[in-house]
């Protein structure tokens, strides 16, 4: 599928259930092992948590769709007075989630979710939509819960990432493999017409690798800058329901 902007979007079409029982494994070996899924990298969290907290003060409930099994971005809200819904479709990711006061687990699914209209004022879904076959019925989702003028921060994967060139041009191939389990990778302008329907965008934040090493620190400072935004690593932004 083509997009106006030029740049091809990788999608491969799976079955729902099929993608629940790829993640509840995953979650049901690290619960037998004891070991722990990282579902957010650093750089990620950063750029959710630097979006939302200085809202912090204006928000009483925030949903917090594709939680994942850590709660990066629910236990420093939680911990501000914050009061959390988080929703995941797999059932083990919950199980390995650790538990607060202020935060509420339960399995759903994004395109589906089970609450009413205007119930949050605020939602976070961060690298949640790649995974998800029908990504427009998320973001419709999301606005139909939120608030009239209610918060998103959204993060999506982008396509043409600084990592994924640089392996392009070692290897002398323009062959591209998504990350596992993504459908799909963005574009910019992908990423803003996925949104455009619900919302009014407020602010981008490209977010940087986290490399480390002579080069890593100045790619990720040409990243931050803005002179490399569209090679990020992740599409970051802060937006409004649309009234």
């Known amino acids: 599928m083509r997009h106006p902007d030029g740049d091809m979007a990788l999608t491969e079409h799976r079955d729902p259930f099929a993608l629940r029982a790829h993640y509840e494994a995953q979650g049901r070996e690290a619960l037998a092992s004891g070991q722990t899924l ?12 630097d979006l939302i907290l200085p809202h912090v ?16 971005y629910d236990l420093p809200l939680a911990d501000r007075g914050v009061n959390v819904v988080a929703v995941d479709f797999a059932e083990s990711f919950l199980a390995l989630a650790p538990r607060h006061p202020r935060i509420e687990l339960l399995r759903a699914d994004a395109t589906n ?10 939602v976070i879904c961060s690298e949640t939509v790649e995974h998800v076959v029908d990504d427009r019925a998320v973001l419709r989702e999301i606005a139909r819960v939120l608030v009239p003028s209610g918060l998103l921060v959204f993060t999506v994967p982008l396509l ?18 998504l990350m596992e389990g993504h459908l799909r990778e963005y574009t910019r302008s992908t990423a803003l017409e996925l949104l455009e329907e619900n919302f009014r965008v407020l602010r981008i934040v490209p ?6 090493g002579p080069l890593g620190g100045p790619l990720d400072a040409l990243v931050r800058s803005g002179l490399l935004a569209r090679a990020s690593k992740s599409f970051a932004v802060l937006a409004r329901r649309k009234t």
């Not at 579902?39 to 750029?47: D, F, I, L």
């Not at 990432?161 to 191939?173: A, E, G, P, Q």
């Open 38 to 49: 990282c579902c957010s990298e650093p750089t990620v969290t950063r750029a959710v948590l």
């Open 57 to 72: 003060d204006s928000v009483t409930r925030i949903l917090d769709v594709g939680c994942g099994a850590n709660l990066h």
């Open 113 to 122: 979710l089970p609450f009413e209209r205007s119930e949050f004022d605020a």
């Open 160 to 177: 043409w990432n600084l990592s994924r060139l640089l392996d392009m041009l070692k290897r002398r191939s323009t062959s591209i493999t």
């Open 207 to 212: 977010v940087p690798f986290g490399w480390r």
